[in-house]
């Protein structure tokens, strides 16, 4: 995992957008974070829908199920508006019961709005180990989200 300063990893990160697409740079934020995958999600009534994946440990998985909202940590995104992060989720109160609670150990996503602002996604980082989420991980997250905002439509 490099840590690499905002200064340099956002303009990098526009650039592989720009020329390589959204894998491209699912992988690049991955590979700036200790989580294992980074995924873009929609929204599709109560279903989650994987738009684009990326797994660091197989890269040559490009997508993953799509799973009932409340069936993962993106509901929070969606229920608040708002980033969502858990560290350690067996540990975390606010997910007792969850589903995923025993394998999905931790997480970080932000909502991915539309141009006119309405949310239609998260972009996440995950993984199945506890970990932590830095805050330059989610300045990057929510970057990527910025960078999206025309993918809505």
Same mark, same amino acid.
């Given at each position: 995992? @490099? !840590?690499? &300063? ?13 020329? %390589?697409?959204?894998?491209? @740079?699912? @992988? ?6 200790? $989580?294992?995958?980074? @995924?873009?999600?929609?929204? +599709? =009534? ?12 197989? &890269? ?7 799973? &009932? ?11 608040? +508006?708002? $980033? ?8 975390? %109160? ?6 995923? $609670? ?12 539309? *141009? %006119?602002?309405?949310?239609? +996604? ?7 180990? &506890? ?7 989610? %300045?990057?997250?929510?970057?990527? *989200? =910025?960078?999206?905002?025309?993918? +809505? !439509?």
């Amino acid at each position: 995992m @490099a !840590r690499i &300063p905002n200064s340099e990893a956002i303009p990098r990160l526009k650039d592989i957008l720009e020329r %390589e697409g959204v894998r491209a @740079a699912l @992988a690049y934020i991955n590979s700036l974070s200790s $989580q294992r995958f980074t @995924a873009l999600y929609r929204f +599709g =009534g109560k279903t989650l829908h994987n738009v684009c994946f990326y797994d660091r440990e197989n &890269p040559a998985v490009t997508t993953c199920e799509d799973i &009932p909202v409340t069936a993962s940590y993106c509901a929070f995104v969606r229920d608040t +508006g708002s $980033q969502f992060a858990t560290f350690d989720a067996p540990e975390d %109160e606010r997910l007792r019961g969850h589903p995923k $609670q025993a394998t999905v150990r931790s997480y970080c996503g932000v909502p991915l709005l539309d *141009a %006119e602002g309405r949310m239609f +996604g998260t972009v996440c980082h995950f993984d199945f180990a &506890p970990g932590i989420i830095h805050p330059v991980d989610v %300045e990057i997250l929510e970057c990527m *989200a =910025g960078l999206m905002r025309n993918y +809505g !439509r």
